[in-house]
């Protein structure tokens, strides 16, 4: 018997814990189940994945259709796509290993991933989808000095793009890893299956673009919803659908640290700095959903705002029934694997969901179960490929060296040869990255994001007074002081978890840097545009138009796209 949020609940566990079975299988071997079956489930997922790539990338030459699919699918179809953009390997590995190893403040991860979404949802969505086009430094440059604001804001997506990547490759690596039977000591052989995957992802990218990304993130999607309400169902099933006795058994299970495990402090709860870095990343979270490149391009899409907002409201509910399903699944992992034949496992903590799986349903559901958060991986790293590529050529090349005169076909191969380079940059720092858990690389790139980004979007949508000064300020402070203080945390050095734990040059006291670049880059484009000259008569002009066309769609919508600002006014008024 035990006490649970204040209620006794007596434990009858349903089941007899095998101990230790997992961990034997573990220091026998690195392999979980049988290699050439989960080889096979595999190959089966990639091949049907790629087919459809194919046979939905018809056309993809001209720059809408590479950059957004000829902006031709539905709110409903969007928003499931947003979903398998958004939810990623730091989703369905990150965040269940998160809780599988640190129990409570694992769910945070989860619980902040989706509040995000409501920022994205009242602020975001439909003045991006109606005053952009391909990219955020289109809205950035509606009505603020074209090359200044487009070069600051490629480099700070580019930036974030890499860093998501970093984090997806790396857990794919430690994904395959553990299925095909790589130890965490063959360093060799995990850094050929990251390049593996790297390559894999370039060929989803140069072949489909982002109508057959999209398309293959819905089935992705619907498979993983699917993938984590049956485990989910599984788990609960096993305790009779009682989700305070899979707690109880989970303390009983881990007797040594089943009690921390509900509740806080295992890792954001043992000093004040600890709770201050807790509340870092919780503001980081928050804020990060609204600031993701590939996130924001997905608005494009779609054919106007409408259909941006009705995107974010099916990308809402999607995300939260995944993420409370996450939850079970993690402390179903705590339960029946346990934190330490997870964190033996190849990918560490990152194996928690498939070793469940393999608890749960042997080799099969394994195989089932990785290879649907393979094929996350690789729709996420196709789509934040492309957005980093659509970055640059649209831009960089287009917009700043070619003055807004390039030729489309030519952007398109320039977008094309960005993202081979892109790439294999992202190979590179998966390799680096490989072992880390990837629910906090991403987390620490949320913090990148909305350092970078978040302040001079709303700057630009919302404040009138808002010059180019402060937005370039803004972008470029944000993403320095973001990176900065990463550079100098315990992330990175100082601690045996760390990137490097063999050096220690932490002087930054917090893991997550969000506490204090997002604020900064908020100050530093308020005092940058108070500091510069207001605007004349010819950007209050801009930002009058831009206004009107960010609230009703005017010149932005298909429907209204030929029609005066006065005139679409008039009719949204009717």
Known sequence: MCSFFGERVIIMPPFEYREGTLMSLLAASPTVGNPGLNLTIFAGFVLATFAIMIATARGGRATTDYYTGGQGFTGAQNGIAIAGDYLSAAAFLGVVGAVAVYGYDGVMFAIGSLTGWVIALLFVAEPLRNTGRYTMADVLSYRLRVRPVRAAAATS????????????IAGAGGLVSLLVGIGNSDRFSQSVVIGGVGVLMLVYVLVGGMKGTTWVQILKAALLVVAGASLAVWVLGRWGFN???????????????????????????????????????????????????????????????????????????????????AIVIGYGAAALVGPEAITAAAGESNAAAPLLAYELGGEILLGVVAAVAFATILAVVAGLTITASASFAHDVYAGVLKGGHAEPRKEVRVARGTAVVVGIAAIAGGIVANGQNIAVLVGLTFAVAASAHLPSLLYTLYWPRFTTTGAVLSIWGGMIIAL?????????????????????????????PGMVSIPASFLLGAVGTWCSRRPDRDARRRQA????????????DRATRRRSPVAAVRRHRV
Do not use: C
């Open 484 to 512: 900065g203080l990463v550079a100098f945390s315990p992330e990175v050095s100082g601690r045996p978890t760390s990137l490097f734990p063999d050096v220690d040059f932490a002087w930054f006291p917090f893991a997550n």
């Open 545 to 556: 138009e831009m206004e009107v066309r960010a609230l009703t769609g005017a010149s932005a």
């Open 243 to 325: 989700l305070s006795s899979l707690l109880g058994s989970t303390m009983q299970a881990n007797p040594g640290a089943g009690a921390a495990l509900l509740q806080p402090g295992p890792q954001y709860g043992q000093t004040g700095l600890s709770k201050l870095d807790f509340l870092s990343l919780g503001l980081a979270g928050l804020l990060g959903p609204a600031s993701l490149p590939h996130v924001l391009m997905r608005f494009y899409t779609v054919p106007d705002g409408r259909a941006a907002r009705r995107s974010a409201v099916w990308a809402i509910w999607l995300i939260g029934g995944f993420f409370l399903a």
């Open 157 to 168: 997506t580019l930036l974030v793009s890499m860093l998501y990547l970093v984090a997806q």
